[in-house]
């Protein structure tokens, strides 16, 4: 096996990668690979190269054979140009790690995983994790969405139904109640003020969210920002925890991947910080570098932040002291996605009859308050 220079990895500037902003929210979590305008090759055609390219590489074909074959598969002229373009590079003689980089189209630690890979005659074994990598995160997001899909259709349309009554069929009620005058019932009176002041407020209102929506847009990258969303998140109940663990499962998951092969430490945590986009360990993984640095270990250093779970960081101790941290990153990574989609499956199950139950008895209050009068007046009548 070729003896590896860690010491260029040490001391090599890391370039900055195409950011993806997740701000810490949940529905960025949720939208992970729509990131319109984002520079990087989205997951699924990660997976489906470092796959390909993998298989064919364990069946005896050679890089640029292999190459020829997946480019000639895509369908899209971008991605076909994308293929093109890495191979040509391969051709005048880069590596295929430094062929990705070129393009600027995949992430630090891919780069650098392929350029051990290759160094250590482990390419196969690498493009494999990354291949598996990605397809964790596809299957991981895909539940979720899932999950949550049908609550959030069910929550839309029942709003929308509700806004519809509130705006056009409380006020023809309003003008009924008006012709034969008389005192409406204290719910009648406070629906028809809402239902007022929705029609007299309705542009300012969107205006407004117009207007936070652009806030937000041009300050979603600022650290004060993801800060403060990432702590509004954090203390949603369910959702917060939610949140972490799906961070913190891509956390271990890239640990084990840059650990395994054979990326030193300081250069995985730097690489890591870079890559995860949520602020609570974005931000704790700077404090961890300059921890090591001065003679820590990795689990002494992550326990003084309460992102990292107690048992995580007694895992990370044991895998520290046998030296095995990139198997028990694995096992840790496993057992967060475990958690994640068993309790996606029930915050699911338990959304759609709070939901209907919810929006149920709001819209059976607007009736009500509607037909009290009607009752009134036909009393009146006998």
């Not at 034969?180 to 969107?206: R, V």
């Not at 958690?339 to 709070?354: D, G, H, I, N, R």
Request: proline share 3%; net charge positive; with cysteine.
């Amino acid at each position: 096996m070729p003896s590896i220079d860690l010491s260029r990895y040490e001391n090599k500037k890391t370039p900055k990668p195409a950011k993806t902003d997740d701000g810490g929210g949940f529905l960025a979590l949720m939208n992970k690979d729509i990131s319109f305008g984002s520079k990087e090759l989205n997951d699924k055609k990660k997976e489906s190269l470092y796959l390909e390219l993998s298989s064919l590489l364990l069946a005896g074909i050679n890089l640029k054979s292999s190459f020829e074959l997946i480019t000639a598969d895509q369908h899209k002229e971008k991605d076909k140009e994308l293929y093109t373009n890495i191979q040509d590079a391969v051709l005048k003689g880069e590596t295929f790690s430094r062929a990705l980089q070129l393009t600027g189209r995949f992430s630090l630690y891919e780069v650098y995983s392929l350029q051990i890979g290759e160094e250590t005659g482990k390419l196969i074994e690498v493009l494999q994790d990354l291949a598996k990598f990605y397809q964790n995160k596809i299957k991981q997001r895909r539940k979720i969405v899932s999950a949550l899909t049908y609550p959030c259709i069910v929550l839309s349309a029942s709003l929308s139904a509700v806004f519809f009554m509130l705006k056009f069929v409380v006020p023809m009620f309003g003008d009924v109640f008006k012709r034969f005058g008389g005192k409406l019932p204290w719910i009648t009176q406070k629906i028809m003020n809402i239902s007022k002041g929705l029609e007299d407020n309705l542009w300012k209102a969107i205006t407004v969210l117009i207007l936070i929506a652009l806030v937000i847009i041009f300050t979603r990258k600022t650290e004060q920002f993801r800060r403060i969303v990432s702590k509004i998140v954090m203390r949603i109940p369910m959702i917060g925890n939610l949140v972490q663990k799906v961070y913190l499962a891509r956390f271990c998951n890239s640990m084990r991947l840059l650990i395994n092969a054979k990326l030193p430490l300081l250069r995985a945590i730097a690489l890591i910080r870079q890559m995860i986009r949520y602020y609570p360990i974005e931000s704790s993984l700077q404090k961890v570098e300059d921890d090591i640095m001065s003679g820590k270990s990795l689990h002494e250093s992550l326990q003084q932040f309460p992102v990292y779970p107690s048992k995580m960081i007694q895992l990370v101790k044991v895998g520290e002291e046998t030296n095995q941290l990139d198997y028990f990153f694995g096992k840790i990574s496993e057992q967060y996605i475990d958690e994640v989609e068993y309790k996606t499956s029930t915050l699911s199950s338990a959304m759609e009859p709070l939901i209907i139950i919810f929006l149920g008895l709001i819209v059976a209050v607007i009736l009500i308050s509607m037909y009290l009068p009607l009752f009134q007046l036909s009393n009146s009548f006998q």
